[in-house]
């Protein structure tokens, strides 16, 4: 089957403009995760999913960044006003059951911010 | 929550086994640590999973001591396309939630 889908691939744009990303994970993953990875840094996790439901949003680097999951399918990262510094590669992941951690990751969306 | 700790880089010549240690110093309970791999402009990829003691797959072996502070990632005979970054990662639940804790990631360069 498919895995995890992300889209766009790259997404350009100006400071100050709202970024949505999406992901779509593997059919039957109830968990999905959200992580940002700078330019030869690790991964960063931002927020984690079981369901639509997000238990934990301390992650999330900003107010600026948002995130919604519609019943178990696609879930949207939203990153309102952004800045340069939130330019990074942005990987979504799912998992068959939450708290697991065989993770099947996206190939990512690379956000840059001019 | 767990913080996890791996050497930067390595190097390694084909054939070679190569060992990378991750530092898991304040894994809990529950946790189960994963190894990851990725090459660039990819996402990562599940490696191998371990609890405890030792598990073996097609691709690698993972050791874990009795006290779980930390665990050795282990590639048989390396190959060139073995270049990639590997990562660590212990989950972290805390009070109903769940913060998986990547370590910086070890970049392994094989040579031919």
């Known amino acids: 089957g498919a895995g995890v889908s992300q889209s766009p691939s790259n997404k350009v744009t100006e400071k100050g403009k709202d970024v949505e990303l999406r992901c779509d994970p593997i059919s039957g993953h109830t968990a999905l995760y959200w992580y940002r990875q700078r330019l030869g840094q690790g991964l960063e996790f931002l927020i984690y999913f079981q369901g639509n439901s997000a238990p934990d949003k301390s992650g999330l680097p900003s107010d600026r960044f948002s995130a919604e999951r519609t019943g178990e399918s696609v879930s949207t990262l939203t990153i309102q006003r952004t800045q340069q510094e939130d330019s990074a590669v942005y990987l979504c992941?799912?998992?068959?059951?939450?708290?697991?951690?065989?993770?099947?990751f996206g190939p990512g969306t690379r956000l840059t911010v001019l | 929550l767990a913080k996890t700790t791996q050497p930067i880089s390595m190097d390694s010549y084909e054939g070679q086994e190569v060992n990378i240690t991750c530092s898991h110093n304040n894994i809990a309970t529950n946790d189960y640590i994963t190894w990851y791999q990725q090459f660039p402009s990819q996402g990562p990829r599940f490696i191998i999973q371990?609890?405890?003691t030792k598990v073996t797959n097609e691709v690698a072996s993972l050791f874990i001591p009795a006290d779980r502070k930390s665990s050795t990632l282990s590639l048989p005979r390396v190959s060139l396309s073995d270049t990639a970054v590997y990562y660590c990662?212990?989950?972290?639940?805390?009070?109903?939630?769940?913060?998986?804790?990547f370590g910086r990631g070890t970049s392994l360069i094989v040579h031919p």
């Open positions: 371990g609890y405890k």
């Open positions: 992941a799912s998992s068959l059951a939450p708290l697991d951690n065989e993770q099947f």
């Open positions: 990662l212990v989950g972290s639940a805390s009070g109903g939630s769940y913060i998986p804790t």
